[in-house]
C-alpha cells in the first residue's frame, strides 16, 4: 500500500504544479467554480478564525486534530479539470441526454405523472421546503407538519383506515416494515409470514429479506393455499389490484385472518381506491402502498413518500414518524410529531423498525397534489385512466390479442401469442416510443396512468396490428364495467375543508406560501444539528433533478435506454469508493437506516459463506446512535455495548473483554461512527478494529460523521470493512424536512459478493450471491443522486477536503468562543473537537431550574434552529456548523448564546423571575404581544438581539404540550375553525 501511496503522491505533485502554472497564465480560468460559494468563509476570515483556535494554517490545524496513526492528507487524487457551473451542466446534460425518453407503462408500482407546475416551482423547487430538518421543533414547523397532517388525512380517507404515518420510503420498504410489524404485535411469537405470489415482485423480495432478518419463515403462494390453522404464521400480505392488475376481493380472506388473530396487509395502489373499496372497509389491517403517482415523478425509482395506515389499536408498534394534534400554552391548537416519534431510537436493541429518513418533502408534494385536485379531481383523474384502459383492452381484444385481467383499474395482462410473440410485441411498443412489461414468453403487462394519452393508445394498438381507434371502441369502454359492484367505492373522501378550497393557482399558491413561513429553514438561519450535517444544497446541485431526462425514467426501463444513468451511476460509485477508501459502493439503500441494514446483512452474510453460523453478536460503543442496535437487531443479531472512558474514547479493556472473554468466537460486527456522535477522533481507531479483526469480526463504520474527514482519512485505510454515507448530509442532498436521504455503502473486496440485488427487470446490481433487496429501485432514489454527483464533480476532490477541514475548524471556532460560558463535555487531544461538539446545559437546572429544552425554545426567539437536545447525553446540545455557513452566521449564533447565558445568569441572582423568565415562556410569538403581563420587557422578548429588527422570523406558536398530545391522540386533520 505504502508503494501505491507514494505513486500517488508522485502523481498529485506533477498535476499541481502543472495547475499552478496553467492558473497563473490563463484567463480562462473558471470564475463561477462552486468551491467559491459553498464554503461560507473568505480567505481573510480563514486566517482570523485560525488566529482565534491557535493555528497557524488549515493543514497545521487538520494534523492536530485528525490523529497522526491514520492521517492521510494527500490521499485523493488531484483534480484533472475544475469546472465551472455553467460548463457543468453543459456537461452533465449531454451524459443524462443519452437516456431515452419513452412513454412508460411498465408499471409494478411506478407510473408517470402530472406535477402541478404550482407544485413544482413553489414546493419541489423551493429551499423553503427543500432545506429544512425533520420537524422535532414543532414551533418552527407549524408550516409542513400540517402539510404532512393533510398527506395523512389523504391516506385514511382512501385506504379507509383511521391512522396513517407521514410517509415511509417505498412501497416496497413498507412492506417490510409491515413484517416488523407484526412481529412486534406478536412479541416475537408468531413467526411465519405469508405473501401473496401475485404481490410486486420488489415488494416480495423485501418484505422476504426483512423477515428473513429476524429469522421468521417467509411462505410465497396462492392466497387460496394461505394455512391459517398454522398458529406461528403472524401476517398475510396481499396486492390489491395485484401486479397483473387483477382486481380481487380479499374480505373473506381478511376476515379468516381476524378470525385466526393473523394480521393482514394490503399493499394498494392509492390512486384506484378513488374507484375501489378502500382496504379497511375490506378489513384489513394495514394498508400500505407509495403515493408516487400523486404527483410525484418516477426518477428512476425515487425518492416516492410510501404510505403506511392501520388501526388505531396498533399505534405503538407503527413504523414511522405520526403528526398528532396538541395544545401551546396558550392553548392553541398545534401540530407535533406524536407518541413514537423517536421510540424505536429509544427502544434500541428491541425495536422492530430503524426507519429514521422518510420521504417528507414528497409527502408533501403528494399532499398539495390532494389539495390541488380535491376529491372531485381525483375521481376524475382515477375515471379517466380506467377508462382508457378499457379503451385499450377493448382494442387489443379487436386486434386478436386475449386479455388475460377480467376485472381491472389501469393495468391488464394480455396474451399476445395470437398476433405474435410477447418479445415481439413489447419490441414493437419500443419502436412506437412505449414501454411495456415483459412477463413471460406470451404475455406482456400493460400500465395506464394520466399522463397517457391518445397517441400512445394508438402505438399499442397499432404495435397489436389495429390501424385506428373508432369510435365504437371508445363507447363501449364507457359503457363497460369491469369492477364488480361489491368492490366499486360507496364511501366518500377529502372532504374535509383544506381539499375543497385551494383549486386555483393564485390560493394554491398562497396557501404554500402561507405553511413555508412558519417555518425555519436554511434560507432563514443555520440549523447547528449535529450529527445532521445541515449544509448548502447548491442551486446548481438541484437543477439537473427536474430534468426529464432525470426524473421522466422508468427503474425496470430496457438497459439500453439508460445509458446516462448507467454512467453516472458508474462513475459515482468510483468516486465514493475512492473517498472511503473502500473498494466498491453500492448505491440501493435509499437511507442511512437501509444503509445500516444492508451492511450488517452483508456482514452476516459473509460469515454464513464461511460456514460461522454461531456469530450474532454486535458490538457496539455505548455513543451510538439508536439506529445502530435497531438496525443489528433487525438483521438477527444480539447486541453487546461496550463502554466508553470519560474523555468519550471507547474503552479499550471493556472492548477486549467482550470479543475474547464474554463472547469468544461468537462477534460478527463492531459498529463504530467515526469521528464519534461526542464530536471527537478516537485516537485508538486503528488498535481497535485490529482488535475487532483479531477475534474475527467485520468492522462497520457508520459514516454518518463523514464530513469531518473527506481527504484527511479513510474508513477503509484504518480498519473499516464496509460504512454507509448519508448522502443528505456530507453530500448535499437536502433533508427535506424529514427526507429524502440516501445511504450508499462502501465496502472491501471481500464482502462484494454478498451486495444486495434486485428481482425487477432493467438495470441489474448486486452481488453473485446477494443477501436480499433492501430498496424497491435498483439504485434506491436514484433521481437525488445528481445533487451529490454534481456536488462532488463541482468541489473536486480538493474542494471536497477544504470542506471537511473548513467545517472542523467552524466547530472549532465556536467551541472556543462558548467554552468559558458553557463547560465542553468531550475534547480529543489538543483540546480540539471535531465537526461537532458537546456544551453541557445540565449544571443550569441546579443553578437556575432551566432545562435545555428552555434554552432550545428561547433560540428560536435569535432566530435559530436548536442544535441536537439531549443526544447522545441528555440535558445537553450537539452544535454542528458544516463548511457552508458565514462567519457572520457562526457569530450570530455565538452571540445568541452568550446573550441566552447572561439571561440564564439573571435567574441565577435573582434579577430575572424564576419561573416567568425569557427562557421558561420561550418562544414568544407576535400573538404574546398582545397581551402582556411579564416582568421583562417584550423587546427582551422577540428582539433580544439587533440583527432581529430586519430580519424576524416569528415562531407560528408558543412552546407545545406535548403530554397533552399524546393523552389526546389525533392524527387526522382538526375542524376548520381550529385553523383560525
Not at 198 to 215: Q, V
Not at 789 to 816: F, R
Not at 936 to 961: E, H, M
Request: proline fraction near 5%; hydrophobic fraction near 35%; aromatic fraction near 8%.
Amino acid at each position: 500500500m505504502k508503494t501505491a501511496m507514494n505513486t500517488l503522491r508522485a502523481r498529485n505533485r506533477l498535476i499541481s504544479l502543472f495547475q499552478a502554472r496553467l492558473k497563473s497564465s490563463s484567463p480562462f480560468e473558471q470564475m463561477d467554480t462552486l468551491g467559491r460559494r459553498h464554503i461560507g468563509i473568505n480567505d481573510d476570515e480563514l486566517k482570523e478564525m485560525l488566529k482565534d483556535v491557535k493555528a497557524e494554517t488549515l493543514e497545521q490545524f487538520m494534523s492536530e486534530v485528525v490523529p497522526k496513526s491514520i492521517s492521510e492528507p494527500e490521499g485523493l487524487p488531484v483534480d484533472e479539470k475544475t469546472f465551472g457551473e455553467k460548463e457543468w451542466l453543459a456537461h452533465f446534460k449531454e451524459m443524462m441526454g443519452k437516456n431515452k425518453l419513452m412513454k412508460q407503462c411498465i408499471g409494478m408500482g411506478f407510473y408517470e405523472t402530472k406535477t402541478p407546475n404550482v407544485i413544482l416551482r413553489n414546493v419541489i423547487e423551493s429551499p423553503g421546503w427543500y432545506t429544512p430538518y425533520t420537524p422535532y421543533q414543532a414551533e418552527v414547523s407549524q408550516g409542513r407538519l400540517e402539510s404532512l397532517m393533510n398527506y395523512q388525512q389523504i391516506v385514511t380517507d382512501m385506504t379507509g383506515l383511521p391512522l396513517a404515518n407521514a410517509s415511509l420510503l417505498d412501497e416496497a420498504t413498507a412492506c417490510g416494515e409491515a413484517v416488523g410489524m407484526s412481529q412486534a404485535h406478536s412479541k416475537g411469537k408468531k413467526r411465519t409470514v405469508f405473501i401473496d405470489e401475485n404481490l410486486h415482485p420488489a415488494s416480495i423480495e423485501c418484505a422476504k429479506t426483512r423477515g428473513e432478518g429476524f429469522g421468521m419463515t417467509v411462505i410465497i403462494g396462492k392466497v387460496d393455499d394461505c394455512d391459517f390453522t398454522n398458529t406461528d404464521l403472524g401476517l398475510i400480505i396481499v396486492q390489491y389490484p395485484d401486479t397483473y392488475g387483477n382486481v380481487n376481493d380479499y374480505s373473506k380472506l381478511f376476515a379468516t385472518a381476524k378470525e385466526n388473530k393473523v394480521l393482514s396487509c394490503c399493499s394498494a395502489d392509492i390512486l384506484s381506491l378513488a374507484l375501489l373499496t378502500p382496504p379497511g372497509e375490506l378489513g384489513a389491517d394495514i394498508a400500505c402502498g407509495t403515493t408516487q403517482r400523486l404527483g410525484v415523478p418516477l426518477g428512476f425509482g425515487g425518492p416516492h413518500a410510501a404510505y403506511f395506515a392501520t388501526r388505531t389499536e396498533y399505534a405503538r408498534v407503527t413504523p414511522g414518524r405520526i403528526i398528532g394534534v396538541s395544545k401551546d400554552n396558550n392553548e392553541k391548537t398545534v401540530f407535533r410529531m406524536a407518541l413514537q416519534t423517536r421510540e424505536q431510537h429509544i427502544k434500541r436493541e428491541k425495536a422492530t423498525s430503524n426507519i429514521c429518513t422518510a420521504q417528507a418533502l414528497l409527502a408533501n408534494v403528494a399532499a398539495m397534489y390532494g389539495v390541488w385536485h380535491g376529491p372531485k379531481g381525483i375521481k376524475d383523474i382515477a375515471k379517466q385512466i380506467h377508462t382508457k384502459t378499457k379503451v385499450l383492452a377493448l382494442g387489443l381484444e379487436q386486434a386478436g390479442m386475449k386479455v388475460l385481467t377480467e376485472s381491472y383499474f389501469d393495468t391488464i395482462r394480455i396474451d399476445t401469442t395470437a398476433v405474435c410473440s410477447s418479445q415481439e410485441y413489447v419490441k414493437k411498443c419500443v419502436e412506437g416510443g412505449v414501454n411495456i412489461r415483459l412477463i413471460d414468453s406470451s404475455t406482456v403487462g400493460i400500465s395506464i396512468d394520466e399522463c397517457t394519452d391518445e397517441v400512445h393508445i394508438r402505438a399499442l394498438l397499432s404495435a397489436a396490428g389495429l390501424s385506428d381507434v373508432d369510435d365504437s371502441i371508445i363507447e363501449a369502454a364507457s359503457s363497460k364495467n369491469v369492477i364488480p359492484e361489491s368492490l366499486t367505492r360507496t364511501t366518500e373522501f377529502l372532504t374535509h375543508p383544506t381539499f375543497n378550497r385551494y383549486h386555483s393557482e393564485t390560493e394554491l399558491m398562497r396557501y404554500i406560501y402561507k405553511l413555508q413561513k412558519k417555518d425555519l429553514a436554511l434560507n432563514t438561519a443555520m440549523i447547528p444539528l449535529g450529527s445532521c450535517t445541515m449544509k448548502l444544497n447548491a442551486a446548481v446541485e438541484m437543477l439537473p433533478i427536474t430534468w426529464p431526462e432525470i426524473n421522466s425514467i422508468h427503474p425496470y426501463a430496457p438497459v439500453d435506454q439508460v445509458d446516462g444513468y448507467s454512467q453516472m451511476l458508474r462513475h459515482l460509485e468510483e468516486q465514493l469508493s475512492i473517498i472511503t477508501g473502500m473498494d466498491a459502493t453500492c448505491i440501493q439503500p435509499n437511507s442511512g437506516s437501509q444503509g445500516e441494514y444492508a451492511g450488517l446483512r452483508i456482514i452476516k452474510a459473509y460469515h454464513e459463506s464461511k460456514g460461522d453460523f454461531d456469530r450474532d453478536i454486535c458490538v457496539i460503543p455505548s455513543s451510538a446512535h439508536g439506529t445502530n442496535p435497531a438496525s443489528a437487531t433487525m438483521c438477527g443479531l444480539k447486541i453487546a455495548v461496550v463502554k466508553c472512558l470519560p474523555s468519550g474514547a471507547v474503552d479499550l479493556e471493556d472492548l477486549k473483554h467482550v470479543l475474547t472473554e464474554k463472547y469468544p468466537g461468537k462477534v460478527a460486527a463492531f459498529m463504530i461512527t467515526y469521528p464519534s456522535t461526542f464530536g471527537v477522533f478516537d485516537e485508538g481507531i486503528k488498535e481497535i478494529n485490529e482488535m475487532v479483526h483479531a477475534a474475527g469480526a467485520q468492522v462497520y463504520v457508520d459514516g454518518a460523521n463523514m464530513n469531518a474527514q473527506m481527504g484527511h482519512a479513510f474508513p477503509g485505510h484504518y480498519g473499516g470493512d464496509v460504512l454507509h454515507l448519508n448522502l443528505h448530509k456530507t453530500f448535499a442532498i437536502p433533508h427535506g424536512g424529514g427526507g429524502p436521504g440516501m445511504g450508499p455503502i462502501c465496502m472491501k473486496k471481500h464482502l462484494t459478493p454478498f451486495l444486495p440485488g434486485t428481482a425487477s427487470p432493467g438495470i441489474t446490481c448486486g452481488g453473485e450471491t446477494p443477501f436480499g433487496q433492501v430498496s424497491q429501485a435498483p439504485y434506491g432514489s436514484a433521481s437525488v443522486l445528481p445533487i451529490s454527483y454534481t456536488y462532488i464533480n463541482l468541489l473536486g476532490y480538493t474542494g471536497l477536503k477544504k470542506c471537511s477541514a473548513v467545517a472542523v475548524l467552524n466547530a472549532n471556532y465556536m467551541m472556543t468562543k462558548l467554552s468559558e460560558a458553557y463547560p465542553i463535555l468531550y475534547t480529543g487531544p489538543g483540546g480540539r473537537c471535531g465537526h461537532e461538539f458537546i456544551i453541557d446545559l445540565r449544571p443550569f437546572k441546579k443553578l437556575a431550574g432551566v432545562e435545555v429544552e428552555d434554552i432550545a425554545k428561547r433560540l428560536m426567539d435569535y432566530n435559530f434552529h436548536a442544535p441536537t437536545m439531549s443526544f447522545p447525553v441528555a440535558g445537553t446540545l450537539m452544535i454542528e456548523p458544516t463548511e457552508s455557513e458565514s462567519k457572520y452566521e457562526l457569530d450570530r449564533f455565538v452571540n445568541a448564546m452568550l446573550s441566552i447565558r447572561e439571561e440564564i445568569r439573571d435567574i441565577e441572582t435573582g434579577k430575572a423571575d424564576s419561573t416567568d423568565n425569557l427562557l421558561k415562556n420561550a418562544p414568544h410569538t407576535i400573538e404574546s404581544l398582545l397581551e402582556w403581563e411579564h416582568p421583562y420587557t417584550k423587546k427582551q422578548a422577540v428582539f433580544p438581539a439587533p440583527d432581529l429588527y430586519s430580519n424576524k422570523s416569528w415562531p407560528s406558536c408558543g412552546r407545545i404540550n406535548s403530554a397533552f398530545g399524546d393523552r389526546n391522540f389525533m392524527c387526522s386533520c382538526p375542524p376548520i375553525e381550529t385553523y383560525v
